[in-house]
């Protein structure tokens, strides 16, 4: 697939990479039918930002400078 590609995490994924991503409420907007978890819980699951602030997609980390995403993600 022409598609596919590795690219290396070049920013520290230190002490931002925990950060509360919920509403200021503190709901979940985008939460269906599930539970929020705990920090730091789930400490692979990573996102990839346009921006500081607006996600653009999942991702998981596969190693300590590799996030792993699905293809559609990778902009053109």
């Known amino acids: 697939d022409s598609s596919a590609g590795r690219w290396p995490c070049t ?3 230190g002490p931002g ?8 409420d503190g709901t ?15 400490p692979w699951q990573g996102a990839l ?6 996600l653009y997609c999942g991702a998981v980390l596969v190693d300590s ?7 559609h ?4």
Request: aromatic fraction near 2%; charge should be positive.
């Open 73 to 76: 993600c990778r902009k053109q």
């Open 17 to 24: 990479a925990g950060e509360n991503t919920r509403a200021s």
């Open 11 to 13: 920013q520290d994924l």
């Open 28 to 42: 979940s907007s985008r939460l269906v039918n599930g539970t929020d978890c705990e920090r730091p819980s789930q």
């Open 65 to 71: 400078q590799w996030l792993l995403t699905a293809a």
């Open 49 to 54: 930002l346009l921006g500081p602030s607006k």
